[in-house]
Nanobody, 126 residues
Framework: QVQLVESGGGLVQAGGSLRLSCAAS????????MGWFRQAPGKAREFVAA????????YYADSVRGRFTISRDNARNTFYLQMNSLKPEDTTMYYC???????????????????WGQGTQVTVSS
């Protein structure tokens, strides 16, 4: 049974940093793309970043490029989202996901991911 478990959310002041973790278990993810998404109540899910488990190629939404960094630790079967220079508009629930998107253009499409974590709240105060 595949499980993705997020941790690391919390409350931080604007300009601060947080690191989210997603521990993955239940299968090998060599052929998978691991992603981070965020979604506020009543709003559409938004792609944040993705990383290919094999090779480590990374992809970012324009809104976070240069501020957020996605990475993975193969030995720990865990991937991360380092968030720097946080803004109040980054406040929302963050979800990690694992899937096999058909192409690079699909990496930002939530429907291409098969497994999801339970979410972790990030709150940035102004």
């Amino acid at each position: 049974q595949v499980q993705l478990v997020e941790s690391g959310g919390g409350l931080v002041q604007a300009g601060g940093s947080l690191r989210l973790s997603c521990a993955a278990s239940g299968r090998t993810f060599d052929s998978y793309v691991m992603g981070w998404f965020r979604q506020a109540p009543g709003k559409a899910r938004e792609f944040v970043a993705a990383i290919r488990w094999s090779g480590g190629s990374t992809y970012y939404a324009d809104s976070v490029r240069g501020r957020f960094t996605i990475s993975r630790d193969n030995a720990r079967n865990t991937f991360y989202l380092q968030m720097n220079s946080l803004k109040p508009e980054d406040t929302t629930m963050y979800y990690c996901a694992a899937g096999t998107p058909y192409s690079r253009s699909s990496y930002s499409y939530g429907g291409a991911y098969d497994y999801w974590g339970q979410g972790t709240q990030v709150t940035v105060s102004s």
